[in-house]
């Protein structure tokens, strides 16, 4: 290698280098909540597991891909636990994760943010926008925020014998995290 080439190398490690270490990932915390509430159906998500990087002073190198798995799902009643595990709702055999991948970050009014990203769902993907709440001290985050889904745009028909289910539904998401 030529006198040039390392000195370009050298000069590329001395610069990216502390982008890596400004920007290190956030450990999700295990007191996560991730809930949801719709017409006669509502419940929580465990399982989340993912990669954060977040600095609100830097939000062009900001990025979130999680996932949560789907079996994960409890409503409070067993039986509908197994109904919303079953093929006609999240098919969690073939389906196991629900995932988001963000593709940006914005400040949205006073201390506020959102990230848009895309949202998959029963293999099928759509673009969603979260706005959401960070907060931070001493080495830990928390981030909050609240979306609507629409389960039928995810291709979930959801046959419940009889039961009328809501078509939308509010997830409401608390995700502490640490350094």
Do not use: C
Request: net charge positive; proline share 4%.
């Amino acid at each position: 290698m030529n006198s040039v080439l390392k000195v370009a190398a050298v000069v590329a490690v001395l610069l990216v280098a502390p982008a890596f270490v400004l920007l290190s990932a956030w450990n999700l915390d295990p007191a996560y909540s991730i809930q949801f509430k719709g017409t006669k159906a509502e419940g929580t998500f465990s399982g989340l597991t993912g990669l954060v990087v977040f600095d609100p002073a830097n939000l062009p190198a900001a990025t979130m891909d999680v996932q949560v798995a789907t079996a994960t799902i409890k409503t409070g009643n067993k039986m509908k636990d197994g109904h919303a595990r079953g093929e006609s709702w999240f098919d969690v055999a073939r389906y196991p994760d629900i995932r988001f991948h963000s593709t940006a970050f914005s400040r949205v009014g006073a201390g506020g943010y959102s990230v848009s990203g895309d949202l998959t769902m029963h293999g099928i993907k759509k673009p969603v926008i979260i706005p959401f709440q960070f907060t931070q001290q001493a080495g830990k985050g928390l981030f909050t925020g609240k979306l609507r889904v629409n389960r039928k745009d995810y291709g979930i028909n959801g046959n419940f014998f009889g039961f009328t289910v809501g078509e939308e539904f509010e997830v409401e998401l608390r995700v502490p995290v640490a350094r």
